[in-house]
C-alpha cells in the first residue's frame, strides 16, 4: 500500500504542528480521503475511518467547545484512542487544553492550518490523491508538447533523448528522461514525473549527462505533465505494413488507462522532433472535434458520389 510521511505533507503544506512533544517521524499517511469528525463529536463511531486524517473546521470546532467538561472527556478520550494519523485544525483554531492533553497522551498529532476549511481540504485531497495513486516506472522520455503529454518509448539507444532533446530546443519542455513515474490518479488520467534522482537530467550516448534546466532554463522543464500521447520508436521493418491514414486508433494500457498510441518506424532522414510535433497537435485537434483522416474519407466518398452521379 502506498503511503506518504506525516512529516513530509506539513511540510508541503506548511502546517504548525501544536504537539512538538510527539514524534511523527514514523507516521505514515495512507489514504487520500479526509474526515471531518462531526458525527464522532456526537458520539456515532460506527464506520469510523481511522485510517484518514481528520479535519476541524469551525462547525466541529464550536460544537467540541459547547459541551461540558465531563462529556467533553468521554468523547476525546474515545475518538483519540484510534490509530489516527493526525487531526488539523483550520482557520487558525486551537484545541482545548482537555483536547491536547488527551491527544498527547494517545500520541496523535494535533496541526493547524490559518486556510479555510473547504479550501484546506480540497489542496490536501487533490495532493494526497497524486502522492498515494497507484505508480508504475516505465523506460521511455515524458515531454510536455504544446499542452500535450507525449510520452516516448522504445527500445534501449533508438533516439528517444535526440528526439526530446530538440523537442526542448524548439521550446518544449522535458518532464523526465531514461524513466518515467506513472500515477494513476483518476480513470481517465495518467500523471508522469521524474525520479528525484534523475530529475531534468538527459542522458546523451557520446556526450554523457546534460542537465536540461542548467542549459535551457527554467523554462524548459516542469515536475509532472499528464500522459496524452504515446509514440513507439522502432526500427523501419521494410516487411512490415504501417498505419498511412490513422481512421482508427492504436491504444496502450498503463495501469488500467488506455491512452493513444503511435508507432513510428525509425529511419535515416526522419525528423523526429517535427513528428513528435505534428502528432501532438493533430492529437489535441482530434480532442477538440476535427479528425483529419475523416475529413479526408469523407472527401473521398463525395467525390465518388459525384462521379456515380454525373454517370
Same mark, same amino acid.
Given at each position: ?146 499542452? +500535450? ?13 535526440? /528526439? %526530446?532533446? *530538440? @523537442?526542448? $530546443? #524548439? ?105 513528435? +510535433? ?13 479528425? /483529419? %483522416?475523416? *475529413? @479526408?474519407? $469523407? #472527401? ?12
Amino acid at each position: 500500500m502506498a503511503s506518504i510521511n506525516l512529516t513530509k505533507v506539513i511540510e508541503k503544506f506548511k502546517w504548525e504542528n501544536l504537539t512538538p512533544e510527539i514524534d511523527i517521524s514514523k507516521i505514515k499517511v495512507t489514504q487520500p480521503d479526509i474526515n471531518r469528525p462531526a458525527l464522532q463529536l456526537a458520539g456515532y463511531f460506527e464506520h469510523f475511518e481511522t485510517t484518514r486524517l481528520q479535519i476541524m473546521g469551525f462547525v466541529e470546532y464550536s460544537y467540541m467547545n459547547n459541551l461540558d467538561e465531563d462529556r467533553q472527556r468521554e468523547i476525546f478520550e474515545i475518538l483519540l484512542n484510534n490509530p489516527l494519523p493526525g487531526i488539523l485544525f483550520c482557520r487558525e483554531l486551537h484545541p482545548n487544553e482537555i483536547f491536547r492533553e488527551i491527544a498527547v497522551k494517545h500520541g496523535v498529532p494535533l496541526l493547524m492550518s490559518q486556510k479555510a476549511t473547504s479550501a484546506c481540504m480540497a489542496e490536501v485531497i487533490r495532493w494526497l490523491n497524486v502522492q498515494l495513486a497507484p505508480c508504475i516506472s516505465v523506460h521511455g522520455v515524458l515531454v510536455d508538447v504544446y499542452g +500535450e503529454g507525449v510520452l516516448i518509448t522504445g527500445e534501449s539507444g533508438i533516439g528517444k533523448s535526440e /528526439a %526530446a532533446l *530538440e @523537442l526542448i $530546443k #524548439r521550446g518544449h519542455r522535458l518532464v523526465t528522461d531514461d524513466v518515467v513515474e506513472i500515477r494513476r490518479v483518476s480513470e481517465d488520467t495518467l500523471i508522469g514525473s521524474a525520479p528525484d534522482i534523475t530529475k531534468h537530467f538527459i542522458e546523451l550516448r557520446g556526450i554523457g549527462i546534460v542537465d536540461v534546466k542548467a542549459l535551457f532554463g527554467a523554462s524548459s522543464v516542469r515536475d509532472t505533465q499528464s500522459i496524452d500521447l504515446v509514440i513507439r520508436l522502432e526500427d523501419w521493418d521494410k516487411d512490415k505494413e504501417y498505419d498511412r491514414l490513422g481512421l482508427e486508433e492504436e491504444y496502450t494500457e498503463y495501469l488500467g488507462n488506455r491512452v493513444v498510441c503511435h508507432t513510428l518506424p525509425i529511419r535515416p532522414g526522419r525528423n523526429l522532433a517535427i513528428i513528435c +510535433e505534428s502528432a501532438a497537435v493533430n492529437h489535441r485537434q482530434k480532442k477538440m472535434g476535427y479528425n /483529419a %483522416a475523416q *475529413e @479526408l474519407y $469523407k #472527401r473521398v466518398q463525395n467525390s465518388l458520389a459525384k462521379g456515380r452521379d454525373e454517370d
